[in-house]
């Protein structure tokens, strides 16, 4: 049943990027050249004249992997805890089953914090003063350790 659970949460992370990314690809080429596109709709008629359709889907592998792995992890830990309030759908409640629902929620917000800070960090890293130690604007220097990065 995980396997089921981790293939399903898989899918829709890939599905999610399928829909979502022509329009992130949009949005940065709005933002990186304001003067040349003025809509959404002017960057996507460019995009597709010059690159094709695939031209949306530029960079959609990265993103592709981590909503796949985001949403598996997801669903699997749904599914377990439902398992877990409902005694496997035996008392299957609408309340049992928003617990699972709100424990599932809780467990993806802490992976959530500590994965940003993570990448907060990573980004800080070209203003490192020496490893280990980041720098960011108009802060003291702090050590990017799991420990700094729970305590922000």
């Given at each position: 049943m995980?396997v089921?659970?981790?293939?399903?949460g898989?899918?829709a992370?890939?599905?999610?990027?399928?829909?979502?990314?022509?329009?992130d690809?949009?949005?940065?080429?709005?933002q990186m050249?304001?003067d040349?596109?003025?809509?959404?709709?002017?960057?996507?008629?460019e995009?597709?004249?010059?690159?094709?359709f695939?031209?949306?889907?530029?960079?959609?592998?990265s993103?592709?992997?981590?909503?796949g792995v985001?949403?598996?992890v997801?669903f699997?830990?749904?599914a377990?805890?439902k398992s877990l309030?409902?005694?496997?759908g035996?008392?299957?409640?609408?309340n049992?089953i928003?617990?699972?629902?709100?424990?599932?929620?809780i467990?993806?917000?802490?992976v959530e914090?500590v994965?940003?800070?993570?990448?907060?960090?990573?980004?800080l890293?070209?203003r490192?003063?020496?490893?280990?130690?980041c720098l960011p604007?108009a802060?003291?220097?702090?050590?990017?350790t799991?420990?700094?990065?729970?305590?922000?």
């Amino acid at each position: 049943m995980v396997v089921a659970d981790l293939v399903a949460g898989t899918m829709a992370g890939f599905a999610i990027c399928g829909v979502g990314h022509p329009f992130d690809t949009l949005k940065v080429l709005m933002q990186m050249q304001p003067d040349r596109y003025k809509s959404m709709v002017s960057a996507g008629r460019e995009t597709i004249q010059k690159h094709g359709f695939g031209g949306l889907y530029k960079g959609v592998a990265s993103p592709a992997i981590g909503n796949g792995v985001y949403n598996a992890v997801q669903f699997a830990v749904f599914a377990r805890l439902k398992s877990l309030f409902t005694d496997n759908g035996a008392k299957n409640t609408l309340n049992r089953i928003a617990g699972a629902a709100a424990f599932t929620g809780i467990f993806v917000a802490l992976v959530e914090g500590v994965s940003r800070g993570l990448r907060l960090c990573h980004s800080l890293a070209r203003r490192c003063i020496y490893l280990g130690y980041c720098l960011p604007r108009a802060r003291p220097r702090r050590r990017c350790t799991l420990a700094a990065i729970i305590k922000q």
